[in-house]
């Protein structure tokens, strides 16, 4: 009788940190992935690389570029994030101004690097200002006739953070507004702070940086106006106002 001999393969798999040489840096934080690239959310497994998903509260680190249309320049910026439900509902904010190299120091802080950049309603360029030229050059007025609110495929927190991302909405700002913001603008989880704003016509000019704030929101009032938050820090003053499409703000993202 002839006998049948099965061999049992069993591939041996260990789900341990990988420390053969050339597969894991030297820093016991940093992983190499099987692509050569060297990170921190990155790791071998049995199937390549592994990413960590974002949590809010973590930092967010964008490469800005101008190739797609929305930053005026190529920088590299880590954004701090917070959960918070100020909004009337518990969502993820970036804690300085979308384009800001850093977050403000306080909230009269009139620095470029603090201020970030500018936008005109539902249009997706970005505008950077630093203290006395605006770059790319500023359009003139009344080129926003629209009565559309702000739109995803022109949104720069999608555009530039990704999906998930976007420009609140009037209801959310109102519902900021409305919880004792003036005190805690600054002091509070959102980092608010005066960046001023940017005039509109072809001489446009960079106002009111370091006394006040001006935040667009999504939402559209008519041909001319749009909805934005704006606070004054030389008072007790914050309200819900209409703002000139034409006018360049600050954006503020959140996310779902």
């Known amino acids: 009788m002839k006998r049948i001999l099965f061999f049992l393969f069993i591939p041996f798999l260990s789900f341990a940190q990988l420390t053969k040489t050339g597969f894991r840096h030297t820093n016991p934080t940093l992983f190499v992935d099987f692509s050569g690239k ?19 509260g973590n930092n967010l680190t964008i490469v800005h570029t101008t190739a797609n249309g929305v930053a005026p320049v190529n920088k590299t910026v880590t954004y701090g994030t917070v959960s918070s ?21 306080s909230e009269t802080d009139a620095t470029e690097d603090a201020a970030g950049w500018y936008w005109q309603f539902n249009k997706k360029k970005g505008y ?6 605006t770059s790319p050059a500023f359009p003139s007025a009344n080129s926003n006739t629209e009565t559309v609110n702000w739109g995803a495929t022109t949104d ?29 603008a600054y002091a509070g989880a959102l980092k608010m702070h005066a960046a001023g704003y940017l005039s509109t016509g072809v001489n446009s000019t960079l106002t009111n940086r370091g006394s006040q704030f001006f ?12 909805k934005g938050l704006v606070i004054y820090t030389t008072q007790t003053y914050n309200q819900i106002s209409n703002n000139d499409k034409d006018a360049g703000l600050s954006i503020r993202c959140i996310r779902d």
């Open 38 to 56: 060297i990170g921190s959310g990155k790791g071998l497994e049995r199937f390549g690389k592994k990413t960590i998903m974002f949590v809010c």
């Open 85 to 105: 439900n100020l909004s009337g509902a518990q969502k993820c904010w970036i804690t300085q101004n979308l384009g800001s190299t850093n977050q403000a120091i």
């Open 128 to 133: 950077k200002n630093n203290g006395t030229t």
């Open 156 to 184: 720069p927190c999608t555009l530039e953070l990704g999906a998930g991302w976007r420009i609140p909405t009037v209801t959310e700002w109102t519902n900021v507004n409305n919880t004792n913001l003036r005190p805690q």
């Open 215 to 226: 935040y667009w929101s999504s939402s559209n009032s008519d041909a001319t106006y749009a």
